[in-house]
């Protein structure tokens, strides 16, 4: 199984900062990877596809880059709506995989 | 608009059975392959299982293979999860979730909560 691995696990920001979040794959490279944001008490929204497409209706300050194996998620002006915490997951093989997360919070 | 209702969550002792129910609307569901997230209280999210659009191609998650069964009933646009076997690991809300392919779970439903205890 590919495993996915997130870092940091917890992240303080402040609005308006530049946010990068890291997504390792443990083997293989992978070209079907996507990103998720959760909300408390929320089901998760997709944000970004194929490693770096963004999906509809998602504002633009969100972007997905990377290849093989290491991956990003940027947020490149944090908004006060972005608090939540992220996921990365590979869609390559099955069983798809999730990274553990990544919780944003307020500085 | 796409539209996921699950239903079928509650408590249920250990070694006991449940099925879950996801009703889909919004979408021609015999098209798509449908999969079942889970998250157990305060933790991440698990992928557990997949039914392609004709129900012709199964996966799952190790942790519940052979006790879960996942299925669809394209004539009532319902996806379903029989658990059985049930394991007090097992608690988390359960989502269902559409896949589009190149977009790989693109809508949520609202997910059921599974408490299994004694």
């Known amino acids: 199984d590919i495993q996915m691995t997130q870092s940091p696990s917890t992240l303080s920001a402040s609005v308006g900062d530049r946010v990068t979040i890291t997504c390792r794959a443990s083997q293989t490279s992978i070209s079907w990877l996507a990103w998720y944001q959760q909300k408390p008490g929320k089901a998760p929204k997709l944000l970004i596809y194929?490693?770096?497409s963004l999906q509809s209706g998602v504002p633009s300050r969100f972007s997905g880059s990377g290849s093989g194996t290491e991956f990003t998620l940027t947020i490149s002006s944090l908004q006060p709506d972005d608090f939540a915490t992220y996921y990365c997951q590979q869609y390559n093989s099955y069983p798809w995989t999730f990274g553990q997360g990544t919780k944003v919070e307020i500085k | 608009q796409v539209r996921l209702v699950e239903s079928g969550g509650g408590v249920v002792q250990p070694g006991r059975s449940l099925r879950l129910s996801c009703v889909a609307s919004?979408?021609?569901?015999?098209?798509?392959?449908m999969h079942w997230v889970r998250q157990a209280p305060g933790k991440g999210l698990e992928w557990v299982a997949v039914?392609?659009?004709?129900?012709?191609?199964?996966y799952y998650a190790d942790s519940v293979k052979d006790r879960f069964t996942i299925s669809r009933d394209s004539s009532k646009n319902t996806l379903y999860l029989q658990m059985n076997s049930l394991r007090t690991e097992d608690t988390a809300v359960y989502y269902c979730?559409?896949?589009?392919?190149?977009?790989?779970?693109?809508?949520w439903g609202q997910g059921t909560l599974v408490t299994v205890s004694s």
């Open positions: 194929k490693a770096s």
């Open positions: 979730a559409k896949d589009t392919g190149d977009l790989p779970l693109d809508y």
């Open positions: 039914i392609s659009f004709d129900g012709g191609n199964e």
């Open positions: 919004g979408f021609t569901f015999r098209s798509y392959g």
